[in-house]
């Protein structure tokens, strides 16, 4: 049998990380594209979390500031990190390891309590504050939208009854479930926005043809960089997604039905069977997110710019409605308020579930338990989504500001995508077999990515720090 860099990994295995199959849960992959969207399943989990604070918050507030000059850079931030998601992930179901064990096997160790680990690992501790900061201005957002529909209902008050209903939603730990709910939210915030563009055409507001053509003489305004980088981190697929969504392609099934490497012919039959199902997925969730988040930047650059609205402060969501109300009327405030919560929300709780799969994988790469104790993994999973939302209530009572606090976290995810692309470029190389590694163009445009991802996080650096 001829050596291949996974003959003798010391993975886990694909048993999903005994999430929930066995390991001799091999199966074909489908073999019609009807069959395929029956297997499709993570991308509406990633959407959900993906059109939501960037796309209400950072994309809508962009367009108030700039007007369609930026759409260009709209587009981009949408369309660039695909190719990311898609390898990453290609990686993780072919090779059985979890989204930190795959970066815990990056050259360069530092100590630890327990022993060295690779710094990645470290660079991903660091950003769970940034999260946490994140969490609470989504929640926070959240909490707003409800007491728009209810104006006697105090917000911090919104934002603690939901913080409530998250933690029960949440404490199944159960995927099918959330993926249930996350289906019903990300069909209607997507309908609703849509909506929200097509209803303003027929208003002073209309975006014209002129417009969207000024929207790409790929124009950067310096004035509003940090807002803009910020767009970037956190429009489209960002950085904490990217690993979310690995996750949630391992729940889904797809490394258990490729199965443990054997480098048989059977085996690479599956690998590609199933990778189809994977670039499907993400196809699926480009589709998703871009019908979703070019809408809002729409919004805020014909209606919020026109007005000299800027989003922000605890007035964030009301002031954001004024797409809606300033062309359609009073009666449209619930509609966008219905909208609204669906993102934010569940963003919310798409973003605390996705986190809490990663606290069992820290303690693991950390030395401090063991990779077979399922038990204890679910058991920090079910208590990390019953009190992680209660977290995000009390940073959202700290600041009170949903703009600042999500361009926080929206920078610090800018500032991961390149070492993403470089764990990926590296693990793919160094332990995938030559037969399943992307194609030369999925390659070579990794690594352009890499570069212009690694000059973005420079300027996020220069702009936010120096």
């Given at each position: 049998m001829t050596h291949t860099p996974l003959e003798h990994s010391d993975s886990i295995g694909h048993a999903g990380d005994h999430y929930t199959q066995p390991d001799n849960a091999s199966a074909e992959p489908p073999q019609t594209f009807r069959a395929t969207l029956r297997h499709l399943g993570p991308c509406v989990i990633v959407s959900a979390a993906i059109v939501g604070s960037g796309e209400i918050i950072l994309t809508a507030s962009l367009g108030a500031a700039v007007g369609y000059t930026m759409l260009w850079w709209v587009l981009f931030s949408c369309w660039s990190k695909s190719i990311l998601q898609a390898e990453f992930a290609r990686y993780i179901v072919l090779s059985g390891d979890t989204y930190l064990r795959a970066i815990n096997r990056m050259p360069g160790k530092i100590p630890g309590p327990k022993g060295p680990f690779a710094w990645p690992v470290a660079v991903e501790l660091l950003g769970y504050l940034a999260a946490l900061t994140g969490l609470g201005g989504l929640i926070g957002g959240s909490g707003q939208a409800v007491a728009l529909l209810f104006p006697g209902l105090d917000p911090l008050l919104a934002v603690a009854l939901l913080a409530v209903l998250a933690s029960i939603l949440l404490g199944?730990?159960?995927?099918?479930?959330l993926e249930s709910v996350m289906l019903v939210f990300v069909g209607s915030f997507t309908v609703l926005t849509i909506i929200g563009v097509v209803l303003m055409q027929d208003t002073a507001y209309a975006a014209r043809a002129e417009d969207i053509v000024s929207g790409f003489r790929f124009e950067f305004s310096t004035t509003f960089a940090?807002?803009?980088?910020?767009?970037?981190?956190?429009?489209?697929?960002?950085?904490?997604?990217?690993?979310?969504?690995?996750?949630?392609?391992?729940?889904?099934?797809?490394?258990?039905?490729?199965?443990?490497?054997?480098?048989?012919?059977?085996?690479?039959?599956?690998?590609?069977?199933w990778l189809l199902v994977l670039r499907t997925d993400v196809w699926m969730t480009l589709l998703i997110l871009t019908a979703a988040s070019v809408p809002f930047y729409f919004l805020g650059a014909g209606v919020l710019h026109a007005l000299g609205v800027r989003p922000e402060g605890s007035d964030m969501i009301r002031e954001l409605s004024n797409m809606y109300t300033s062309t359609l009327g009073p009666w449209s405030l619930w509609l966008f308020g219905v909208g609204a919560f669906c993102i934010l929300y569940s963003t919310t709780v798409t973003s605390i579930a996705a986190r809490a799969r990663y606290l069992p994988d820290y303690l693991i790469e950390l030395g401090f338990t063991q990779r077979h104790r399922v038990d204890l993994r679910r058991a920090i999973i079910r208590?990390?989504?019953?009190?992680?939302?209660f977290v995000g209530l009390g940073f959202y009572a700290g600041f009170q500001r949903p703009v600042l606090m999500v361009t926080i976290a929206a920078c610090?995810?800018?500032?991961?995508?390149?070492?993403?692309?470089?764990?990926?470029?590296?693990?793919?190389?160094?332990r995938l077999p030559v037969q399943v590694q992307p194609k030369w163009p999925a390659r070579y445009f990794l690594r352009l990515m890499f570069l212009v991802q690694l000059f973005l996080a420079f300027a996020v650096i220069y702009f936010t720090v120096l």
């Open positions: 199944s730990g159960s995927y099918r479930r940090v807002l803009a980088l910020a767009a970037y981190g956190y429009t489209g697929v960002n950085s904490g997604e990217i690993s979310a969504y690995t996750y949630w392609c391992i729940e889904k099934g797809y490394p258990a039905r490729i199965g443990r490497f054997d480098n048989s012919p059977e085996w690479y039959r599956r690998a590609h069977g208590w990390y989504c019953l009190i992680v939302p610090y995810a800018a500032v991961m995508l390149p070492i993403q692309s470089a764990v990926t470029i590296y693990l793919q190389h160094k």
